[in-house]
T-cell receptor, first 115, second 114 residues
């Protein structure tokens, strides 16, 4: 079974530039999450999708971050413009239905460095 | 609100020694509790989860954790450490009802000394 795919694996940009990350969840998984993991911290939820609808984006800095999952399958997360404090690993995860006792399947993440 | 606190950002044990990684939770409603492991350059993987069935939960790779409501703890243990256990371990909490956001602790990096 293929896992959660993310690309790129690494990205280095200068502050005020734009960047986009891509995630393809496990086939058939309806729920998709984007997490931000800053060095030395645990992952923090940015946004949760159920199919192509947003369930929770309360922690997403909407002035610069946006995410979409137009067809309810793969998803993109964009930062525009990037700030130094956005340097982190961006993790994508998916589950079947998003039930509260389901385990999340994580991708390997995209490591972003903002210079 | 829910949160978890992991005591000790770094833990070192000798190969063959007991592994004990501490996690305390805070939740106003009955929680679901999870331990995830992150190996270098890999995504997080679920080790085990507590979903109110049994208080002693067995996971993969010989790990287990015990839910203690009186102590609000969910510590992770393994009787005998292997070199392959070196990784970062995250405790996480989720409520059984309502919003299903998963709140992670800050992680504990386990080093196994040969």
């Amino acid at each position: 079974e293929a896992g959660v795919a993310q690309s790129p694996r690494y990205k280095i940009i200068e502050k005020r530039q734009s960047v986009a990350f891509w995630c393809n969840p496990i086939s058939g998984h309806a729920t998709l999450y984007w997490y931000q993991q800053i060095l030395g911290q645990g992952p923090k939820l940015l946004i949760q999708f159920q199919n192509n609808g947003v369930v929770d984006d309360s922690q997403l800095p909407k002035d610069r971050f946006s995410a979409e999952r137009l067809k309810g399958v793969d998803s993109t997360l964009k930062i525009q413009p990037a700030k130094l404090e956005d340097s982190a690993v961006y993790l994508c995860a998916s589950t079947g239905t998003g039930g509260t006792n389901e385990k999340l399947f994580f991708g390997s993440g995209t490591q972003l460095s903002v210079l | 609100a829910q949160s978890v606190t992991q005591l000790g950002s770094h833990v070192s044990v000798s190969e063959g020694a007991l592994v004990l990684l501490r996690c305390n939770y805070s939740s106003s409603v009955p929680p679901y509790l999870f331990w995830y492991v992150q190996y270098p350059n890999q995504g997080l993987q679920l080790l085990l989860k507590y979903t109110s069935a049994a208080t002693l939960v067995k996971g993969i790779n010989g790990f287990e954790a015990e839910f203690k409501k009186s102590e609000t703890s969910f510590h992770l243990t393994k009787p005998s450490a292997h070199m392959s256990d070196a990784a970062e371990y995250f405790c996480a909490v989720r409520t059984q009802t309502g919003a299903n956001n998963l709140f992670f602790g800050t992680g504990t990096r386990l080093t196994v000394i040969p």
